[in-house]
């Protein structure tokens, strides 16, 4: 159900990886995860723009039971114009 406030309607955004690996008599296990939003709104007929947020967390990728590495955080920021005719 979306909810529409005024000619705003906001969405939210998230989605998570995980894999396990036995590769080379070795464990590696890795974990993504990625949520934000945005929010598309109605200027014109025909007309949108949409603010868009979304922040990465590439987590860490472990080998074994001693390597662990931190691929770290990021973040995205920008804008869609999007015109529909």
Do not use: C
């Not at 603010?51 to 860490?60: A, R």
């Amino acid at each position: 159900m979306w909810y529409k406030i005024g000619p705003v309607t906001p969405h939210a955004i998230f989605g998570q990886l995980h894999s396990d690996v036995d590769w080379n008599y070795e464990e590696l296990s890795a974990k993504t995860t990625m949520w934000g939003f945005s929010i598309p709104i109605d200027l014109a007929k025909g007309f949108r723009v949409r603010p868009e947020v979304m922040w990465y967390d590439d987590g860490e990728l472990e080998y074994g039971s001693s390597d662990v590495q931190d691929y770290g955080k990021y973040a995205l920021y920008g804008v869609q114009f999007q015109i529909t005719f």
